[in-house]
């Protein structure tokens, strides 16, 4: 059992950037799938924005936020972040982080079904 608590929400101008983290309470990740997910309205769908495999070494992330978005984890290996560069308005959303000890490939990581650990959430509002 892992615990995700998310920090770095807020308000921000389009063009601008923030910078998400998610830090596991009493354990490191390095043994975890991370995914960021995010819900743009509650009944909206939790969509895949950016996933980092296991070891580290691999990132993957959903189209519209390539080259603005990168996800990355620090040395003690128990903080995920998401750096949000060039943000759009459509980029309003709540921003979840997620873990998961199994993910049979990256593919999968894009399934929210296939994490079983959450943090509560972090809103960001990007203003046009």
């Known amino acids: 059992q892992v615990q995700l608590v998310e920090s770095g929400g807020g308000l921000v101008q389009a063009g601008g950037s923030l910078r998400l983290s998610c830090a596991a309470a009493?354990?490191?990740?390095?043994?975890?799938?991370t995914g960021w997910f995010r819900q743009p309205a509650p009944g909206k769908e939790r969509e895949f924005v950016a996933?980092?495999?296991?070891?580290?070494?691999?990132?993957y992330y959903t189209d519209s936020v390539k080259g603005r978005f990168t996800i990355s984890r620090d040395n003690a290996k128990t903080t995920v972040h998401l750096q949000m560069n060039s943000l759009k308005p459509e980029d309003t959303a709540v921003y979840y982080c997620?873990?998961?000890?199994?993910?049979?490939?990256?593919?999968?990581?894009?399934?929210?079904?296939?994490?079983?650990?959450w943090g509560q959430g972090t809103q960001v509002t990007v203003s046009s």
């Open positions: 997620a873990a998961s000890l199994s993910l049979p490939s990256i593919s999968d990581g894009r399934d929210p079904r296939r994490y079983p650990y």
């Open positions: 009493g354990r490191t990740l390095s043994n975890y799938y």
């Open positions: 996933g980092l495999w296991w070891s580290g070494t691999s990132t």
